[in-house]
Antibody, heavy 121, light 107 residues
Framework: EVQLVESGGGLVQPGGSLRLSCAAS????????MSWVRQAPGKGLEWVSY????????FYADSVKGRFTISRDNAKESLYLHMSRLRAEDTAVYYC??????????????WGQGSLVTVSS | DIQLTQSPSFLSASVGDRVTITCRAS??????LAWYQQNPGKAPKLLIY???SLQTGVPSRFSGSASGTEFTLTISSLQPEDFATYYC?????????FGQGTKVEIK
């Protein structure tokens, strides 16, 4: 069974930093691309970042570019999101998601339970 | 960036109703579109990928179709567990973008 477990969320002051982790199990982590998606309280889903299975290809939403860094450790089967210069509008539940590209198409197909990040003074 | 316009934002329906949700892309995205269902406090669940392919384990009452830049999610006979919020997601190019969501509530 595919499992994705996020951790590292919490309360942080504006301008601060935080690192989210996502522990993967139940599949061959090194074979899959991964992504982060967030959801502000009462709002819709927003894609944040993507990383290829080797880490060689990385993309970010404009809203986080230059402030967030996605990375992965295939040996530890873990995905990370380092967030810096945090703003109030970064307050959200952050989901890690496995990206399935086994067919011609790719899409997030399994999601973690989410980790809440609150940016407030 | 590619924009997705999802409609309606909200719909009220009864068990057994046929429900249609539409997502219109601001430019061509081939069939690089997925549909998700989300219940309150839960993670999204993949329903449809490649515009019309049913994800394994998803009931056959869910279907997706595409015509040009317009994509449709149809629930043929709404069940009690289908009352949720639905999102489309374009994966044609980065940045990936979601539609605004459609909340399906009980009439």
């Amino acid at each position: 069974e595919v499992q994705l477990v996020e951790s590292g969320g919490g309360l942080v002051q504006p301008g601060g930093s935080l690192r989210l982790s996502c522990a993967a199990s139940g599949f061959t982590f090194s074979s899959y691309e991964m992504s982060w998606v967030r959801q502000a309280p009462g709002k819709g889903l927003e894609w944040v970042s993507y990383i290829s299975n080797s880490g060689s290809a990385i993309f970010y939403a404009d809203s986080v570019k230059g402030r967030f860094t996605i990375s992965r450790d295939n040996a530890k089967e873990s995905l990370y999101l380092h967030m810096s210069r945090l703003r109030a509008e970064d307050t959200a539940v952050y989901y890690c998601a496995r990206v399935d590209s086994s067919s011609w198409y790719m899409q997030p197909d399994s999601w973690g339970q989410g980790s809440l990040v609150t940016v407030s003074s | 960036d590619i924009q997705l316009t999802q409609s309606p934002s909200f719909l009220s329906a009864s068990v057994g109703d046929r429900v249609t949700i539409t997502c219109r892309a601001s430019q061509g995205i081939s069939n690089y579109l997925a549909w998700y269902q989300q219940n309150p406090g839960k993670a999204p669940k993949l329903l449809i990928y490649a515009a019309s392919s049913l994800q394994t384990g998803v009931p056959s009452r869910f279907s997706g179709s595409a015509s040009g830049t317009e994509f449709t999610l149809t629930i043929s006979s709404l069940q009690p567990e289908d009352f949720a919020t639905y999102y489309c997601l374009q994966l044609n190019s980065f940045p990936w973008t979601f539609g605004q969501g459609t909340k399906v509530e009980i009439k």
